[in-house]
């Protein structure tokens, strides 16, 4: 009965490769999120989708290319992996994201990406 | 630019009560969240304060003051369980209308017996 889940928990490849990151949220929210948490645990947001639909993009290199098949899902594609891709990628959720009430955030328990 | 500060470490003992600041400088904005994150865990979120003053939730309280720029997260009777990383968040909207959460650069809290 996991909320938002992530697979996989860990990645470890090579640079130069591509890889897939795969989110699922079963709380019926509207809108998903990826952020970005690097080795200082600074947590950056990369998209946001609500119902399917790109809204936000923040300066993200273009080797990253989110996907989001239904509500429930979004996905990560990064290309040409490297070095600097290392970090945690989490996976969020809230209810729909509009306006400026309070929606908490559910976050997955994140995908430790590591480039060798 | 968006930003967030707050202490990188604070120690505390258990029992004890620990204030966790956070100053920001940001446009828009509608609001402070706190979240939590355990080692190796996923941010999870303990509070939310838009206007001015102090929410409570249990052990834990919440402060903003908005004419100053200024939250704090106040944990009180202290327990090992609260050893985490404590974040606030700012609430704004991205141009799309939607929410967008920007993160401080968290405070790594150390409870000891």
């Known amino acids: 009965d996991t909320a938002v889940s992530q697979t996989p928990k860990y990645l470890v490849t090579q640079m130069g490769n591509d890889k897939s990151i ?95 | 630019g968006q930003s967030l500060e707050q202490p990188s470490e604070v120690t505390a003992v258990e029992g004890a009560i620990v204030q966790i600041n956070c100053t920001y400088q940001t446009s828009g904005f509608y609001g402070l969240s706190w979240y939590q994150q355990h080692d190796g865990g996923a941010p999870t979120f303990l509070s939310y304060n838009a206007l001015d003053g102090l929410e409570e939730t249990g052990r834990f309280s919440s402060f903003l003051s908005r004419s100053d720029s200024y939250g704090y997260l106040l944990l009180q009777e202290l327990q090992m369980k609260d050893s985490a990383s404590y974040f606030c968040a700012h609430l704004g909207l991205a141009n799309t209308g939607f ?14 017996p």
Request: glycine fraction near 8%; include cysteine.
């Open chain 2, 99 to 112: 929410q967008k959460l920007v993160f401080g650069t968290g405070t790594r809290l150390l409870v000891s």
């Open chain 1, 22 to 116: 795969k989110c699922e949220q079963n709380l019926g929210h509207d809108t998903m999120y990826w952020y970005k948490q690097d080795s200082k645990k600074f947590l950056k947001i990369m998209f946001s989708y609500n119902n399917k639909e790109l809204i936000i993009n923040e300066t993200v290199p273009n080797r990253f290319s989110p996907k989001s098949p239904d509500k429930a899902h979004l996905n990560l594609h990064i290309n040409s992996l490297e070095l600097g891709d290392s970090a945690v990628y989490f996976c969020a959720s809230s209810q729909d994201g509009r306006g400026a009430s309070n929606q908490p955030q559910h976050f997955g328990d994140g995908t430790r990406l590591s480039i060798l």
